[in-house]
Structures are given as structure tokens and as C-alpha cells.
């Protein structure tokens, strides 16, 4: 006897899209000799002294539980760390969660602040599984458009604008996935005054932090009136090239800490006790490997940029993160069309850029996070790719 099996599950998680990265990753994989400018994970191996820390770890026997929030000399790390680059102080004791992985973090927080119906506004193009983890807390996730014509910067107006009487909180990532844009001070502090006009909430996706490269880095955090108000996510999978580590952290008031760490006692228990340890060397002793990272970064964006704009692909200089958001309007194809010809034709794989939200329609996002040997190869199929759709 067959069962119908769909009375049985959530119709949220049924109604949830699949990610449209993961979906392109997974056929590219299948294909031989496939450029993957797909996937969002730095090119570069974990820096040895962390690896070689992990494995002194798990030789002393550090392979037992830590208390929910993490190691505390993780955290008093995490605060020192904060402090030092974003000048924002958090108490190691009871305003910092170690998580396993940021969107473990932007979960936690979701379901710490939403109650059913609220809304949540996301600025998109935006990271695909925003959206959907406000959908599994019980909120209604709210699209806020951005344009290239402003480098994909969302104004106060903006923001303004999409605020009702159910809106309980704003999503900001800067550097942003997809586009690489970034926000600089002044322009943070336009929108944190129209947060604290409405007394919101903002949680700030801080991920790339570490991957800026002309104007420097502001916390949201540390803009004056939203340290009270804000929820800063960030972690090591990028700038510290641990994305298979699972290591992210949150840093916010103490009354929202003490719940998160309240679901994450039922939920996950805690990260990986000889993981948390290799952490600590992370932010210890591997600046020169990230700052070294990050320039290598910075010289594949300049060429991607120049090489995409002589194909006839127009793109914006990202100012963080290693992703470039082109646009393929002029070749008269959709985004999904684009990135599924490119694949087969040219074995280049990209990803649609409305996998990102409908203001991604017209776009692909390219990750440079690859060596500039694959990135020139990737630009040449690319070029003669747009040359047979003339």
C-alpha cells in the first residue's frame, strides 16, 4: 500500500524553493572539464598552523562537549577580535555564541526574534537561504530590490518605504552575496537612522568582512544607537578559508543571547570542541595568511571585472567579498537560460542571478574565488560564448 506521504510533512519545508547555487554546483559536477565559477568557497586550503592546531587537538583528547555558547577562551578570542577590527566590544561571558556556521547563527537569530507574521525585510539580491529561514521561523520575508545603476546599494528611502506595522527587523549583508557591494559608514548610518526611527531590529551578515577592498570595513554594529539593536553575524569559513569547519559565531544584547542559546541547547548542543580550539589559533596567529588571501582576492577582481566589460558583459567593481555580479540583459537571454547554455556549450558554470531574488533577473553571479590561470580560461569561453550569440 502507497502512502501519501505529503499530508504527513511541513508544508512550509515543501514549499520551500531548492537553492538554485547548489542545483547548478551538482550538474556542473557531473560534467568533465567544467570551469566552476559557481560556488561561493575560497580556492585557497585551510592555513596549516589552524589545520596543524585541529589535529593537536584531537591528539589531546579534546573530543568532548563545551558548554553551549563555546569555548569561553574562544569567545574572549572572538571579543578581542571584534573589538580590535570593528571597535565594537561584546562580553565574552554572555553576548557571544559560537555556532556551526554563520547560517546557523542567522537561524538561531530568526527564531530568537520572529514571531509568526512578522516580517523581516531582506535586501536582494541576496543570499539565497535568507529568506527561507525566515519562512522556517514563522515570519514573512520581505524583498527589497536593489539596482546596478547604484552599484546595488539599497537607500534609506528604500527601506522606509517597505515598513509596515508588522515589520519587526532588517537584514543587511555587506559585503553582499551576490553582488560584492559594500556599505561604507555613511551610508550605514542613513540607514540605521530610519531602524531606529521604527525600532527595529538589524541583523548584519558580516561574513566577508575580512574581504574588503577599497574603503575599509564598518560594522553595523558600531554605528552610534544599534549596538542595542543589532545582531552581527560573522565566522571563519571565508576570510579564514574553513568553510568545511562549520565555525560561525553571534555577538548581540544579552537578552537575546541567553535565547539563543536556550534553542541551541535543544537544537545542536554545541560546535566541535577540537574545531573551537583550532579557532582560537585562527584569530590568534593567521593574519598575515588572511591579509594574504585577501589581496590575492583583490588582484582576481580586477581582472574579472576588466575581462567581463571587454567581452561586453557590464559589471560594477565589487568593493568586497570575491563574487561579480555581471549583466547578460544585452544578450536577449534569462538568467537561467544564460547560465544553462554557458554550462553546456562552454563548460563554464555561473550561477542565474534570480536564484538571488527577481532583482537578480539579468544577471549571473561569478565567484573569483578560483586561480587566475581558470578565472583567464573561464573569461576566454565566456567571450566566445557571447560572440555565437551575436
Known amino acids: 500500500m502507497s502512502m501519501d506521504y505529503e499530508q504527513y510533512l511541513s508544508k512550509t519545508a515543501i514549499d520551500l524553493k531548492p537553492s538554485g547555487i547548489r542545483r547548478f554546483f551538482d550538474l556542473a559536477a557531473s560534467m568533465e572539464g567544467v570551469i566552476s565559477l559557481g560556488v561561493g568557497e575560497p580556492d585557497f586550503i585551510t592555513p596549516w598552523n589552524i589545520r596543524d592546531e585541529a589535529i593537536n587537538a584531537l591528539q589531546d583528547g579534546y573530543t568532548s562537549y563545551t558548554a553551549n555558547a563555546g569555548l569561553i ?49 531582506i535586501v536582494e539580491p541576496a543570499f539565497v537561504s535568507y529568506a527561507s529561514l525566515v519562512l522556517l521561523a514563522g515570519g514573512v520575508p520581505v524583498p527589497i530590490s536593489t539596482y546596478s545603476d547604484n552599484g546595488f546599494k539599497v537607500t534609506p528611502e528604500q527601506i522606509e518605504a517597505a515598513i509596515t506595522d508588522k515589520t519587526k527587523a532588517v537584514l543587511i549583508c555587506t559585503p553582499n552575496n551576490p553582488t560584492g557591494t559594500c556599505l561604507n559608514k555613511e551610508e550605514l548610518t542613513q540607514i540605521a537612522n530610519v531602524i531606529q526611527k521604527h ?10 568582512a575580512e574581504l574588503t577592498y577599497d574603503d575599509g570595513f564598518t560594522s553595523m ?7 542595542e539593536r543589532t545582531i552581527l553575524i560573522n565566522g571563519f569559513s571565508k576570510g579564514f578559508a574553513m568553510t568545511g569547519w562549520r565555525l560561525g559565531f553571534v555577538a548581540a544584547p544579552k537578552e537575546m543571547v541567553d535565547l539563543m542559546v536556550k534553542i541551541y541547547q535543544y537544537t545542536t548542543m554545541c560546535a566541535p570542541h577540537m574545531l573551537q580550539r583550532a579557532a582560537i589559533e585562527a584569530l590568534q596567529n593567521s593574519t598575515d595568511q588572511v591579509e594574504h588571501m585577501r589581496e590575492s582576492y583583490w588582484r582576481r577582481r580586477n581582472y574579472i571585472v576588466q575581462a567581463l566589460n571587454n567581452i561586453g558583459l557590464s559589471c560594477h567593481i565589487p568593493g568586497g567579498a570575491f563574487y561579480v555580479f555581471p549583466s547578460i540583459k544585452q544578450t536577449g ?13 562552454e563548460k563554464v558554470a555561473v550561477v542565474p542571478g534570480n536564484a538571488f531574488g527577481e532583482s537578480g533577473e539579468g544577471y549571473i553571479r561569478c565567484s573569483y574565488a578560483t586561480s587566475i590561470e581558470q578565472l583567464q580560461e573561464a573569461m576566454k569561453r565566456m567571450g566566445r560564448f557571447i560572440d555565437s550569440l551575436k
Open 221 to 227: 554594529a558600531s554605528i552610534p544607537g544599534m549596538y
Open 333 to 345: 537571454l534569462s538568467s537561467e537560460e544564460f547560465a544553462s547554455e554557458l554550462l553546456q556549450q
Open 73 to 121: 577562551e574562544l569567545r574572549q578570542e572572538i571579543s578581542n577580535y571584534v573589538q580590535r577590527r570593528f571597535d565594537v566590544h561584546y562580553d565574552p561571558e554572555n553576548q557571544i555564541i559560537v555556532t556551526v556556521g554563520a547560517s546557523q547563527s542567522l537561524d538561531l537569530a530568526f527564531r530568537a526574534i520572529v514571531n509568526p507574521g512578522d516580517e523581516v525585510l
Open 199 to 208: 525600532d527595529l531590529i538589524c541583523l548584519t551578515d558580516e561574513i566577508y
